[in-house]
């Protein structure tokens, strides 16, 4: 009878088929005294490092950075600060397909939305809110300083912000405050943050497949509801833009986790239909370069290759170089734009232009490795030090 009791508590997952039950709600996956066979492959394969995951991170960004220097609307106008004449005169072929390099926003949001739920299972609040200051502000720090001294040594690209706002978006919440980025591409912090604070909450009562499935449909529904609600506070907290991505970063995590089942399809589901919308939506009203049917192709092949990481088709794939390739993604991603477009500004006389975007991106690379090697790793652990000191400080206080 114990043993029986025992086997019911532990979530069960195959790779295959929709035929293994629902996980209960009110457990994740925890440690007993005598763990069956399978409980123990559950946790291997949820502790288990996803190295394809860390590919697909650097393909995103560098999508993402050949969209800004080859692929925009901006740079393809007549006279742009960048070009001075559109890039799809100069190189027509690489404009085509860097037009769609934008959708590795949307990428990031959903691999987010599978990475932080991953980090975050069986931690407390403390331990995730310290984990994401570490993760993200070393390296964005380096960055607003980067960008702002690249920008007031090289005029004439982008525009140098006042020093009061600079200064403020040292907080990385100056969206919040309706000041404008060091870099535009900032923009997608302050959706990361909405997600964060959101998803702190469930953190706070303790991850279970239940809860997470729960915060999914309720948040996919206040997205829904935002737009015409005309209610500025729902809008900002419920993040119509950008919620259905993480949301199917979460169904994807559970499915890595506990196995598929029909209820995680139909949210899979449900994040594609959305998905797909927002992403017309974006092409109409921001990107005007790419269309609709090849964006949401390539979005759905995404992912596809997320479900077939999530159910374990990558398990196999290994390398040191991948665990490099993720480290440099988010330090790549923050520096890329600004001044990746002033230095093509200053050099696009001097080489071929293809020649010239692959040269800038691989020296971003270089300094990403750099800033990720002697500044995200030492100032992230003299954060995390002073962090948990502050906190057991807090946690011992008699008042």
């Given at each position: 009878?114990?043993?029986?009791?025992?086997?019911?508590?532990?979530?069960?997952?195959?790779?295959?088929?929709?035929?293994?039950?629902?996980?209960?709600?009110?457990?994740?996956?925890?440690?007993?005294?005598?763990a069956t066979p399978r409980a123990a492959v559950v946790r291997d394969r949820a502790s288990r490092r996803l190295y394809a995951i860390d590919g697909i991170r650097l393909l995103a960004a560098l999508m993402v950075a050949v969209h800004h220097y080859a692929g925009t609307n901006r740079v393809d106008q007549p006279g742009n600060r960048v070009?001075?004449?559109?890039v799809s005169d100069i190189m027509p072929t690489v404009f085509?397909?860097?037009?769609?390099?934008?959708?590795?926003?949307?990428i990031f949001f959903v691999i987010s939305g599978f990475v932080i739920c991953m980090s975050c299972?069986?931690?407390?609040?403390?331990?995730?809110?310290?984990?994401?200051?570490?993760?993200?502000?070393?390296?964005?720090?380096?960055?607003?300083?980067?960008?702002?001294?690249v920008l007031t040594l090289l005029p004439g690209v982008w525009d140098r912000l006042r020093t009061r706002d600079v200064l403020l978006n040292v907080t990385m919440l100056q969206s919040g405050s309706g000041v404008m980025n060091v870099d535009g591409v900032y923009w997608t912090l302050w959706s990361e943050l909405r997600f964060y604070l959101l998803f702190l909450v469930v953190v706070w009562?303790?991850?279970t497949y239940r809860k997470v499935v729960v915060f999914c449909c309720v948040w996919g529904a206040a997205a829904m509801l935002a737009p015409i609600s005309k209610l500025p506070l729902l809008e900002l907290v419920a993040n119509p833009e950008g919620a259905w991505y993480f949301i199917a970063g979460l169904a994807l995590y559970l499915m890595?986790?506990?196995?598929?089942d029909l209820l995680l399809w139909g949210i899979l589901a449900m994040a594609w239909l959305m998905g797909q919308r927002e992403l017309g939506i974006r092409i109409d009203e921001v990107e005007h370069v790419s269309g609709w049917r090849g964006s949401v192709l390539i979005f759905t092949v995404f992912l596809l290759a997320m479900v077939a990481i999530a159910l374990g088709a990558t398990d196999r794939v290994r390398g040191r170089w991948l665990v490099t390739a993720g480290a440099l993604t988010y330090p790549l991603y923050l520096m890329h734009y600004a001044a990746g477009t002033t230095l093509i500004n200053r050099l696009r006389d001097t080489m071929d232009a293809r020649l010239l975007v692959v040269s800038?991106?691989?020296?971003?690379?270089?300094?990403?490795?750099?800033?990720?090697?002697?500044?995200?790793?030492?100032?992230?652990?003299l954060l995390k030090r002073g962090l948990d000191t502050s906190f057991a400080r807090l946690r011992n206080a008699s008042g």
């Open positions: 009878m114990q043993d029986a009791q025992r086997r019911t508590s532990i979530p069960r997952r195959v790779l295959s088929g929709l035929h293994q039950p629902l996980p209960p709600g009110t457990a994740s996956v925890r440690s007993t005294t005598r070009w001075d004449r559109p085509r397909f860097a037009s769609y390099g934008w959708i590795g926003v949307e299972w069986g931690r407390s609040p403390r331990q995730f809110f310290v984990s994401r200051v570490i993760r993200l502000y070393p390296a964005y720090w380096f960055a607003v300083a980067f960008t702002t001294v009562t303790g991850l890595h986790r506990f196995g598929q800038v991106i691989a020296g971003f690379m270089l300094l990403s490795w750099l800033v990720h090697r002697f500044v995200e790793r030492p100032v992230a652990g």
